[in-house]
DNA sequence: GCAAAAAGTTAGGAGGCACTAACTTATTTC
DNA sequence: GAAATAAGTTAGTGCCTCCTAACTTTTTGC
């Protein structure tokens, strides 16, 4: 019998480390799940005894469900303020990116702190310029400005199977070389993808991407998500 | 024998309330003077006994020369940081209106949040987008990249005498109603305007503007700086 | 099912930045 | 030049967000 102590409720702006949390909580629950104290922590960078602190308050402003000991879900305002601010940092992303030329390396870690400080209008003149993109440039989903988002699970590179093809659909992880990495592969949201084969015990995996052959660990590839194509196994090996 | 209490000067980050002190004590010096701690809190919308606090810190980082009772000054420090702070300003709001449409009486506020998250690279490449301007979308002039402004002090339209003709150069107030206002006189960077009658004690000056007539008042008229042009006095009255 | 490990919490502290109240120093003003 | 006024300062608080250290609760592993 949790005593469901709620506040008022209004809307008050949020701190930037406030909407950070909401955003580490919502991506650790796929937006429903609970979040652990402890992986919260790691997202953010903090030590664990910090995100206590935190999450009570929080709770006080009737953003999270808390229960000591047990992890915090977001309650539905919360939710929506989290997919406000990723609305904002995906939209401000593929902003940099399509009007700005700003290498796709890049964008991640200025979009972080333009989403505390851009306003909804600004926001949504941005994601008005340069066409109401649905995806960011690492293929990351944009919430609407009504909050409602894509949560299309998709299977990662890793899990494939050998055989099959598929069109990357985004790259997860926000490591910059990473990232150019990857880029470097051709490995990158609509490319087409087919896994030629997968060496055990974690191995390197073998796959084409257009008409190189190329091999990644399993690391990489689990950050690379896809859509998978009509399974035409056996087509070659 | 003030012990000068430098630190190490490393370019250290700056906190987005210590770049908003900067600019306002540079805004009070015009780049050079002293500030006064009431004005500074006057502009900060902040107590003055907060001032004190604040100054003392920004003083221990090399940002200020600080005197106990006697108002502070940049160091050349803290004016390059002050003025790295209106390059972002004013750069944002020429983006703003120049890509984004956004409406003249509103870049300000928006910039002024942003001004602490962007990157210098960001704003470069925001200037070079819209051409480099040398002005923002109210006329005040946009640092360059390595420090140096246009520091021309202009006559305000208040102090035009009688018969001068000139043109605006800067509106400076940043009050949304107030430039809603000079836009619809149509008084705005690069029109013409001539000082018809001026009535005393402080009573409405009466100014061409295009081909029309009309008044404001001289607190309005502090607000408009002018280029006076070649004086024709007489040419009418 | 109980002890060890893991996860999570409180306690106490620090720095930034604001506030009010009370005091000190400068500046006016006669 | 002394009293009144203005300007500026310290003192004491409070909130936010982080930290480390020490403690508690939950989970795991045998």
Redesign the interface.
Known sequence: MSAAREETETTETLTAPAEDYLKAIYAIGKGSGPAATNEIAQRLAIAPASVSGMVRRLADQGLLAYERYHGVKLTESGRRAALRTLRRHRVIEAY?SQ????PWDRVHD?AE??E????D??VD??AA?IGEPEVDPHGAPIPTRDGSVDETEYTSLAQLDVGVSGVVVRVSGENPAMLRYLAELSILPGKKITVRSRAPYDGPITLSVGRQELSIGPALAANVLIAPLADRAGRRG
Not at 99 to 102: C, D, P, R, S, T
């Open positions: 940099l009007a700005l030329g700003y200025e702190r333009l505390h400080a851009a306003s209008e600004l003149r941005m310029t």
